[in-house]
């Protein structure tokens, strides 16, 4: 997850200068998590009751839901729905298909199995509004193209990018050539200017120990890229007795991605700054200060 800590890269070598690739801010801004959703809210009393509406009723599986078919919220709960697509990218085994699989309460493959073309899937998630404390109901939709489908056919690859609100770039803390070509792989698929929310997923957190990708080399590409850098565990968690962990798991993930589609659409509404407009915003009063002076 995202820390607010700073760092000093000092006379380190960067993650950027490593790959050679100099492409300062993929992102448009860092968020503190929780800024614009309220991350705790589905513990709550009336998050769990608006859970109810993708769970079933033991709380411990997700709904699945036909092409025609959406979760219903309670009549009393006043809501609204945003639909997004997200494109799932990444080297082949990374584990973007488990992670999806993860993220929307199916059974986690436990072989490698290549994606064979694209493969999609509706992750619905209720979420809470700080400023507003609106009920949001999140359908993401997500598109998971198999690597070496993608590098087969020219087709994927626009086909996976049409339209699309998000890209999440994933990498293995197994393998760290895939944390390492991330900017190479994301300067393929995306341009720093382009409008898309981009994130990056980090597999197989439960190998920690076999990990060689430290923690500081997270934040320090999150600072130099201005990407949130997400963890999660594709892994059936067979101790999961308290109700809902299924949910807990995945929910910082959701949450995460969620409120950065957010702020997008804020941004796009001009209900919210981006990062250079608020510079530019800076730099012009300052240069109004000076001429008053
Ligand atoms: N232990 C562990 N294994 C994982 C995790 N994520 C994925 N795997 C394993 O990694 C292998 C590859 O995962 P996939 O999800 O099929 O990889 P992919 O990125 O979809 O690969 P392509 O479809 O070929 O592009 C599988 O054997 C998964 O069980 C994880 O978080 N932890
Ligand atoms: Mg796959």
Sequence with gaps: ??????????????????????????????????????????????????LLSILHRNMHHRKLFGLLEEPLLPVQFSSSDVQYKIFVSGRSGVGKTSALAKLSGNEVPTMHSETPGIQTQVVY??????????????????????????????????????????????????????????????????????????????TKYDQLAHSDVTHQELREFEQQYKIPVLKIANIANYEQSELQTEVHEVAPVLNTLCEYLWRRDQVAAGVLQTERQTDEQRHSDEDQMVLYF
Aim: aromatic letters at 12%; one cysteine or more.
């Design 125 to 202: 998630w209720p979420a809470k509004l700080v400023q507003t404390n609106k009920i949001v109901m999140f359908r993401l939709h997500f598109w998971d193209a198999g690597d070496a489908a993608l590098k087969k056919f020219d087709h994927i690859l626009p086909a996976c990018k049409e339209n699309a609100d998000a890209v999440v770039f994933h990498f293995s803390f197994t393998d760290r050539g895939s944390f390492e070509d991330l900017p190479r792989h994301m300067a393929r698929i995306v341009s720093p200017s382009d409008n898309t929310c981009k994130l990056v997923l980090g």
């Design 1 to 50: 997850m995202f820390s607010s800590v700073s760092y000093q890269t000092g006379c380190q070598e960067t993650h950027a200068s490593k790959s050679g690739l100099n492409l300062m801010k993929f992102g448009e801004m860092l968020i503190q998590p929780g800024t614009l959703l309220q991350y705790d809210w589905y513990k709550s009393w009336e998050g769990r009751e608006s």
